[in-house]
Structures are given as structure tokens and as C-alpha cells.
């Protein structure tokens, strides 16, 4: 025992360190707040006592007057007013202006209300320090309010955002839409190549297999672009339609959720067929014959019979497509068109764009737990055998 132990030993630390740390790490991105904390600890410790719908102390102002030259000569202002700027709008750059006026003012210069207000009177609202005091950490539910389209008012109770700002809830529908599509036209598509992989003669199968495992030969990427140059308005589709007489003029097959759905179902197809073939060839053929002896026609010993054994594996291929088709962000950022973009895509887009990880990661814990709840439900409707292969 000790020896298995041991021989896992690399695997579960290489999986610890390179996987499963970054994750958790990124993971707690949704819940912490470190930026205004370090920024502003003066601000922070003279709201303490402070509550929205009093009068702002005297001392918030002093604090403020010290904390911000100081956080911008130790390059923590930016990230502290970026975080601020997420609830009150055009802030960060007035608190950069503040900082640089109060680095310059001269000696005895008071800096009170006033002093702020003549910046911007956002400075000395009350809405500013409230946003304040929500972001004082360490931990906040800031971001996955956001992620759920909620936000916190005035008085501190959880709303809805204001229609125009109510977006990741229709993402995350559109999420599950397309992937449940997806998962739809590659069960519809794969199990007949699964079925035809046990029918046909070994050497016949193993070509078959070829042709099934050719997709990942190639990168997603080319295969992805592959699809543009064959769907456009002057690619091979539309061209071999009209050469038809089927169509009057070329469709349109690319940038929207058409192109999406076909480059995802090509992509994805190998994962439906793979677990249904492992399956699929365990399943033996005399159990048909016995329903067909007992007076079942085909199609209804397909069905009672072929079909409840086929189950597991049907489970197994949907809840992998689904999954795999909730984080994709290459293709439908490619073939799709803006209404076409999935969670993946924000959480691309917060990450290396605009830098708000805290929101990426929101987004992401917001997937992963979509996954989590979809699976459990899949596995208790497949009696357990959600993930069984056989």
C-alpha cells in the first residue's frame, strides 16, 4: 500500500502545485478585497464607526488627504480606484487628479470637504465612502453579486441591477443554451457512428476509428478557421447549394449562432462517440435476437431494450459534451457573432483586457458551479451511473 502511495505521490503533487493551487487561488479572486485596504487604511479605519445616512467625519477627509499621496507613490492607488470605479462611475480618475493636487498643494492647506469637493464632488459624497466601506475587506460578495446581476443600494440590502446593466444572467442562459444544443446535435449525430462502429467488421472499425480520432490531429484553432473560409457567403456550403438550385442567393451560415453550433458539434463530436462506442460494443447482440424471438419487433427491442443498456454511456457522452461546450471560447469567438459569446468569453475578456480578475473570477466560480449542480442532477437522474462506461 505504502509503495501505490508513494508511485502517486509525483502525480498528486504535480496536480497540487500546477492545478488544483492556481485554481483555488483564482477561485478566491471572486471574495477578496485587497485593493482599497492597502490603499486606504487611514480612510478606512475613520469609517469604522461610520454609517450611510450620517454625516461624514471630519477625520475620513484627513485620512483621505494622507492615504491617497501615499498609495500613489507606492503604486496602490491605481488598483484601489479601479476598484472603486466598478461602483461609482469616473471615480479612478479623479482620485488620480486628487492625489497629484494633494502632493502639490502647498503647506497649510486644508484638506477637508471642501478641499475634495473643488476635485470632485463625488470625493466628499456619501455614496463615494460607502463604496468605500463595502470594499474594506478582506472579504466581500462584491463581485459575485455582480456575477448574478445583483448589486448592494444605499442602505446595504441586495437588488437587482438596473435593466441596462443586468447582463450575466442572459450569458449564462445563452451558456447553457448553445451547449445544450450542441450536446442535442452531437448524441442525434454520434450514436448512429457509434452503433455503425459494432456493426461492421474490425478492420472496417479501425478505419472508422481513424476518421473519428482525425480531429485531434489537427488544432482547434485551424480547425475553428477552417469552418469560416467553408460557411462564408462565398464558401464551399453556399456554393455547392447554389450549383443545386436548392438556394436563390448564398445564406448566411457564419457569425451567427448557426456557425456556432455547426463548428462546436464538429469539434465536440469525438467525446459523444468515444464513451457510446466503449459501451456500445460490450452490449451483446443476442439480447436482440432474444427480443426479436419473444415476438418484439426491431424497433421495439431497440427501444426496451438496446436503448436502457445504451443509457450510461449516453449520460456519460451528453454531461462530457456539455461541459466541454460551457467553457469554449475560441469558436464561437470566431464563427459567432456578438450575441453568440459565452460566459468563457467574459471571463477572457475581464482577464487580459480590462484586468478585472475578480469579476473573471466570479464568472468562473459561477460556471463551475452551474457544472457542479448540472452534473449531481444528471448522475441522480442516471441512477448513479452518470460517469459509468459500462
Known amino acids: ?68 499621496p501615499e498609495a500613489r507613490a507606492a503604486s496602490t492607488l491605481a488598483d484601489a480606484a479601479r476598484r472603486l ?49 463595502r470594499a474594506r475587506g478582506p472579504i466581500s460578495g462584491y463581485y459575485l453579486l455582480a456575477a448574478f446581476d445583483l ?7 441586495i437588488e437587482l441591477a438596473s435593466e441596462s446593466n443586468r447582463i450575466y444572467l442572459d450569458v449564462l442562459l445563452r451558456t447553457l443554451k448553445i451547449s445544450a444544443s450542441v450536446t442535442v446535435l ?29 480531429p485531434f490531429w489537427t488544432s482547434l484553432l ?31 451560415l457564419i457569425y451567427n449562432r448557426t456557425g456556432v453550433l455547426i463548428a462546436m458539434t464538429h469539434v465536440l463530436l469525438p467525446f459523444m462517440i468515444l464513451p457510446l462506442y466503449s459501451v456500445l460494443k460490450g452490449i451483446p447482440p443476442h439480447y436482440m435476437r432474444a427480443a426479436a424471438s419473444l415476438g418484439a419487433p426491431p424497433v421495439t427491442a431497440f427501444f426496451r431494450v438496446y436503448l436502457p443498456m445504451a443509457a450510461p454511456a449516453m449520460v ?20 459567432g457573432g456578438g450575441s453568440d459569446q459565452m460566459l468563457s468569453y467574459f471571463v477572457a475578456t475581464y482577464t487580459t483586457d480590462t484586468g478585472n480578475w475578480g469579476l473573471a473570477s466570479a464568472l468562473g466560480l459561477m460556471m463551475l458551479f452551474t457544472t457542479f449542480v448540472l452534473y449531481g442532477l444528471a448522475h441522480k437522474l442516471s441512477g448513479g451511473r452518470a460517469m459509468s462506461m459500462g
Open 222 to 252: 485551424v480547425r475553428t478557421a477552417a469552418w469560416v473560409v467553408v460557411l462564408q457567403r462565398e464558401g464551399m456550403v453556399n456554393t455547392l447549394l447554389m450549383r443545386l438550385g436548392l438556394i436563390a442567393e448564398p445564406l448566411t
Open 151 to 157: 448589486v448592494r443600494n444605499a442602505k446595504g440590502e
Open 1 to 68: 500500500m505504502q509503495k501505490r502511495l508513494l508511485l502517486l505521490a509525483p502525480l498528486t503533487g504535480f496536480l497540487l502545485v500546477f492545478f488544483v493551487a492556481p485554481l483555488v487561488w483564482l477561485l478566491s479572486l471572486a471574495v477578496r478585497e485587497a485593493e482599497v485596504p492597502r490603499a486606504l487604511p487611514r480612510t478606512l479605519a475613520a469609517l469604522q464607526t461610520w454609517h450611510s445616512g450620517e454625516a461624514l467625519p471630519p477625520a475620513v477627509f484627513a485620512g483621505m488627504a494622507l492615504d491617497l
Open 186 to 214: 452531437c448524441l442525434l449525430l454520434g450514436f448512429p457512428v457509434a452503433l455503425l462502429l459494432t456493426q461492421v467488421k474490425e478492420k472496417t472499425a479501425d478505419w472508422l476509428m481513424i476518421l473519428v480520432l482525425l
Open 316 to 335: 456519460a457522452g451528453s454531461l462530457m459534451v456539455f461541459i466541454l461546450a460551457m467553457g469554449y471560447y475560441i469558436t464561437p469567438a470566431l464563427v
Open 85 to 133: 470605479n466598478y461602483e461609482v462611475g469616473g471615480v479612478r480618475s479623479t482620485m488620480m487628479r486628487a492625489a497629484r493636487e494633494l502632493s502639490s498643494a502647498p503647506a497649510g492647506t486644508a484638506f477637508g470637504a471642501d478641499f475634495f469637493s473643488s476635485v470632485d464632488p463625488t470625493l466628499a459624497s456619501p455614496e463615494f465612502f460607502a463604496a468605500v466601506q
